[in-house]
């Protein structure tokens, strides 16, 4: 299953940063209609309610948008709002996590940036 | 979904019916109890002899009357099990409430007490049969015309709901409370102990029916008596918790 | 539309009280898991939704009426579970069939394919049945009966995990065709709680909290570090659960109430920060004693 439901995150939440994710990969485009609450609830075994929560997060954030009676579906900026938001939380969060490691673990600025270069040239190596 | 209606006496019917189904197992014991009570028929229920130096007389009483008694026992019985706790929980498993669960119930009994009156009216007539192909002859006082065969009928079956209804009300006395199963039977056996043997008031409890002359006074006093039995039966119960 | 309404509601037998004013509402087409230990009331409660029982004193209303001796209740209500008592004499087949005659909404075909789907014959006793299968043959009659309001106490008792698994699915989908009203009880939260809108948890007849699932799961954060430190974190806050392991780290089930901020300099300064899974928490504010069973042991 793409989502696991034993993962301690809020079950709407991890719905929300799935469609995300399949939005970045293209699996929907711009103005194509995404899951319904109930294929939702259907594909993941899980409340409705639950999946219309997910799917209102992303509404809140203009990721998709409503028309009445039809549903929702991907909105013109959704890929550019969830790589800022992206940028902006997850990866910021990520980066701070990774100072306070290096930080216990008494690694030097330069040591971790070192780190960081090699992994992106290997990156770039292997594609 | 959406909401469904319905009422008192759909419900009943539907209750009645789901009983008929689920209870045929009432009848068949029925069945056993009578064709049982057919056998200690044979037995004859009565005998008397004389005898001289020329003459042996043996007199042997044959008597279907056996099979009203047993199916009488049948009656009491059988309505007292149905106020038992597994028969009142599996209505609650459905749709019903105290009322109709209990007129179901009402219902389905007198269904089987029809059908207990007729089948032991029948099996007196099948004990004469037997007796006539067994010993042939004359058989005094055996001619049966329809109309009192009806009156038979009408007159074991009033008795049945009688017991029944006695029976019936009984069973929801003791489930009242726990303590009724004991308190029942020492009142019964304490009441039978303070009248003696010769008491009044038993003798004309049962004379109150068993001398009654004409068949519509019959009829209207055991009617009376059984509604008022069923009656006090629903009324007692109907605060009554189910599936504690 | 409020499906059940309780208000201070409480069932005393003898002198224990089997549940102790508990107020709460249930909206139409949600599914509400009951969650408590056992004894601590559940079956009760649901008996006197179901008009089974009688309360005490307060307020009971199911579809707006008293459940007790309510024919309306009565036939848009289906209460299930595996005490529930059926006529020896009929086969299942016979049953399902007399379901029909009392339920308007009975979906014969829906519950002729589940009794195939589970392997179940047409001549078997429910009598017969063994606990697992018995439970199955009841929770099939709880789902084809489409009832407004279908309670179900306990519903998987016996059931083997492939058979939950597939009944919790086949609720699912039935629900999501025919939404309605469901009120499942269960000591564990975890196997139902993808399941569920939302969650009723009760303690020695209490009510604890009446939540959705995702406020449950955000309900409480845990903490692991040094005990000092944690201390201080955590004053004025509600703990639900205290442990201390090895020397010196202590880790907190403490509700979720902390800025952001603070939370970041808790964790620059060491302190593990991770959430609190629901069945965890639900054991936490369900425990009769603030320790639990190391208390036992714990003399001095």
């Not at chain 2, 229920?45 to 130096?53: A, D, H, I, P, R």
């Not at chain 3, 707006?64 to 005490?83: A, G, H, R």
Request: hydrophobic fraction near 45%.
């Amino acid at each position: 299953m793409i989502i696991k439901l034993t993962d301690s995150k809020p079950i709407y939440i991890q719905i929300a940063e799935w469609l995300e994710t399949e939005i970045l990969s293209e699996n929907f485009k711009t103005d194509e209609k995404i899951y319904s609450q109930y294929q939702l609830a259907e594909m993941l075994n899980i409340n409705p309610a639950t999946a219309a929560k997910g799917l209102n997060v992303l509404v809140d954030e203009k990721i998709l948008y409503k028309k009445r009676g039809l549903g929702m579906f991907v909105s013109i900026d959704a890929k550019e709002i969830i790589l800022t938001k992206r940028k902006n939380e997850t990866l910021k969060n990520m980066v701070n996590e990774l100072v306070l490691e290096a930080e216990r673990l008494h690694v030097r600025e330069d040591e971790l940036f070192q780190m960081i270069k090699t992994t992106i040239k290997q990156r770039e190596e292997d594609v | 979904m959406y909401l469904t209606e319905t009422n008192v006496l759909e419900t009943t019917k539907i209750l009645y019916k789901y009983k008929l189904n689920a209870y045929l197992n009432a009848l068949s014991a029925l069945m056993f109890v009578q064709i049982l009570a057919l056998f200690f028929s044979f037995l004859g229920v009565g005998s008397m002899g004389f005898g001289s130096s020329t003459v042996n007389l043996q007199v042997t009483t044959y008597s279907g009357s056996m099979v009203i008694v047993f199916s009488l026992m049948w009656a009491f019985i059988i309505s007292i099990t149905m106020t038992t706790k597994p028969y009142r929980n599996s209505d609650f498993s459905f749709v019903t409430n105290r009322v109709t669960s209990h007129l179901s119930s009402i219902a389905f009994l007198i269904t089987a007490c029809i059908f207990a009156g007729v089948t032991s009216m029948l099996m007196g007539l099948l004990l004469k049969v037997i007796m006539y192909f067994r010993f042939g002859g004359e058989i005094i006082g055996s001619h049966v015309g329809v109309t009192d065969l009806f009156i038979g009928i009408s007159g074991t079956v009033f008795y049945l709901i009688l017991l029944s209804s006695l029976g019936y009300f009984v069973g929801v006395l003791s489930q009242l409370h726990k303590m009724m199963k004991f308190i029942l039977p020492i009142v019964f056996f304490g009441l039978l102990f303070v009248w003696g043997p010769n008491a009044k008031l038993p003798s004309e409890i049962v004379s109150f029916f068993i001398h009654e002359s004409s068949l519509f006074l019959f009829i209207l006093k055991v009617v009376g008596t059984s509604l008022l039995f069923y009656m006090v039966s629903i009324l007692i119960s109907n605060r009554l918790e189910v599936r504690q | 539309m409020n499906v059940i309404e309780c208000k201070e509601l409480s069932k005393v037998y003898g002198n224990t009280n089997a549940i102790e004013d508990l107020s709460f509402t249930i909206e139409e087409n949600k599914i509400t898991g009951l969650i408590g230990r056992n004894g601590a009331g559940k079956t009760t409660l649901l008996k006197i939704l179901a008009g089974y029982l009688h309360k005490s004193t307060g307020e009971v209303n199911v579809l707006t009426e008293d459940p007790f001796n309510s024919l309306k209740v009565s036939s848009n209500m289906i209460f299930i579970d595996d005490q529930m008592t059926l006529p020896e004499s009929l086969t299942l087949l016979e049953i399902l069939h007399s379901a029909k005659m009392f339920y308007k909404n009975w979906d014969m075909d829906l519950a002729l394919r589940l009794f195939r789907y589970f392997s179940f014959h047409d001549n078997q006793l429910h009598g017969s049945l063994s606990k697992g299968m018995r439970s199955t043959f009841n929770a099939i009659v709880g789902l084809s009966a489409r009832c407004k309001l279908t309670i179900l106490d306990e519903p998987t008792t016996g059931m083997d995990s492939s058979v939950r698994k597939d009944f919790y699915r086949a609720l699912l989908k039935e629900y999501i065709d025919h939404p309605r009203t469901i009120i499942i009880s269960s000591h564990l939260l975890n196997e139902i709680e993808d399941l569920l809108e939302d969650v009723l948890l009760i303690k020695e007849g209490n009510l604890l909290l009446h939540k959705s699932v995702d406020e449950l799961k955000e309900m409480a954060i845990g903490l692991k570090g040094k005990s000092n430190v944690i201390k201080e974190i955590i004053q004025g806050k509600e703990v639900f659960y205290r442990n201390t392991v090895g020397k010196d780290t202590t880790y907190v089930a403490v509700e979720n109430s902390f800025p952001n901020e603070l939370l970041q300099r808790a964790k620059e300064n060491g302190i593990e920060i991770s959430s609190v899974p629901t069945d965890d928490l639900c054991v936490y504010l369900t425990n009769r004693t603030k320790g639990g069973i190391d208390d036992v042991f714990n003399r001095n």
